[in-house]
Every structure is written in structure tokens, then in C-alpha cells.
């Protein structure tokens, strides 16, 4: 999993599959709040297929956010608990 984090050094990753009806939601609201409040285009990977998210840098292979190199979630969150988690950072 480490390895495949090196992928995702540079920016914001929103990785997710179909799997929660919630995400596509949940992630809509993060992609406005990363651009309005932290300047930041979001790049959006979605998960087709079982050798996809087995690829993925995190345990929780539906979801995940990165922000430079770090995973911020492997799980879905509410776009109030993005913007907390960004001010930290």
C-alpha cells in the first residue's frame, strides 16, 4: 500500500467506487469546498473493477482522500469533517 501512495504525491485524490450512494454526495460537496476554500482541483479516480481497488494505498479499498503523499480519510466523510481535517494541515 505504501508504494502506492508514492502515486499520489502531488495534490488532492478523491479515490472511490459505487459501492455508498452517500460518496457521490459527499465527495460533490468536497470538491466545491477544496476549491473555495483551500484552491485545490481535486482529482476524482474511480474504482471500476476489483483489480483497481485492490491497488489501492489504503486498507479501506472504496474510498480514500490524499492531500499530497498523506491519506486524510479511507473512509467516507462529510464534507465538514474535509474542511477540519484541511484547516489542521
Known amino acids: 500500500m505504501a508504494q502506492q501512495l508514492t502515486k499520489y504525491?502531488?495534490?488532492l485524490f478523491i479515490l472511490r467506487s459505487?459501492?455508498?450512494?452517500?460518496t457521490?454526495?459527499?465527495?460533490?460537496?468536497?470538491?466545491e469546498a477544496a476549491k473555495?476554500?483551500?484552491?485545490?482541483?481535486a482529482q476524482v479516480?474511480?474504482?471500476?473493477?476489483?483489480?483497481?481497488v485492490q491497488q489501492s494505498p489504503s486498507a479501506f479499498?472504496?474510498?480514500?482522500?490524499?492531500?499530497?503523499g498523506t491519506?486524510?480519510?479511507?473512509h467516507p466523510i462529510s464534507n465538514t469533517r474535509?474542511?477540519?481535517?484541511?484547516?489542521?494541515?
Do not use: W
Open 82 to 89: 474535509f474542511v477540519n481535517i484541511m484547516k489542521k494541515k
Open 9 to 11: 504525491e502531488k495534490g
Open 24 to 31: 457521490e454526495k459527499n465527495v460533490n460537496a468536497i470538491l
Open 45 to 52: 479516480i474511480d474504482f471500476r473493477d476489483a483489480k483497481t
Open 61 to 68: 479499498g472504496t474510498f480514500c482522500i490524499i492531500h499530497n
Open 36 to 41: 473555495a476554500k483551500f484552491n485545490l482541483e
Open 71 to 74: 491519506i486524510l480519510s479511507y
Open 18 to 22: 459505487a459501492q455508498c450512494p452517500y
